[in-house]
């Protein structure tokens, strides 16, 4: 059965991230950083008269700093707060099959805490992600 899927880039990785944990896709103005917040939390921003917390993906993956301005974030909504979790660019959205992981493959850095799968998108295989456990301090009941 196929799902729904956002795709879009993070830390240059082409990604899937399913419809379901997206509130929505924006392009984010000004952020304010947040004194003795943690790295992968780069600052707060206002967006449509809410405040949201705006996650570095790349810090919250461990990966050094991309370098280049990111504009664009996903809004997801975790245990009642939105956070703008940042984006290099968005492709597409598209309905995939989640497929698990070919025996022996291994993640880098902090894809392997976020991974959940892949979904066959042109013959390629795209990794999955959980889009939630970016957020710092989500753990997700099994």
């Given amino acids: 059965m196929a799902d729904l899927f956002l795709i879009a880039r993070i830390a ?10 997206v509130d929505s896709v924006v392009d984010i103005g ?14 707060l921003a206002a967006l449509r008269s809410r405040v949201v917390t705006v996650i570095d993906t790349c810090a919250a993956l461990g990966l050094p700093p991309s370098g280049q301005p990111t504009a664009r974030a996903v809004i997801t909504l975790v245990d009642g707060h939105h956070y703008a979790v940042l984006v290099d660019s968005l492709e597409d959205v598209a309905p995939f099959a989640t497929l698990p992981f070919a025996a022996g493959v291994a993640l880098d850095g902090g894809w392997a805490r ?7 998108r042109d ?9 939630r456990l970016l957020i ?6 099994e």
């Fill in 114 to 120: 976020v991974a959940c799968g892949v979904v066959e």
């Fill in 123 to 131: 013959g390629d295989a795209v990794l999955a992600i959980d889009l």
């Fill in 30 to 43: 000004e952020i304010i950083p947040v004194p003795r917040a943690g790295q992968e939390v780069r600052g």
């Fill in 136 to 141: 710092p301090g989500t753990v997700l009941a």
């Fill in 12 to 21: 240059g990785r082409t990604v899937a991230i399913d419809s379901n944990q």
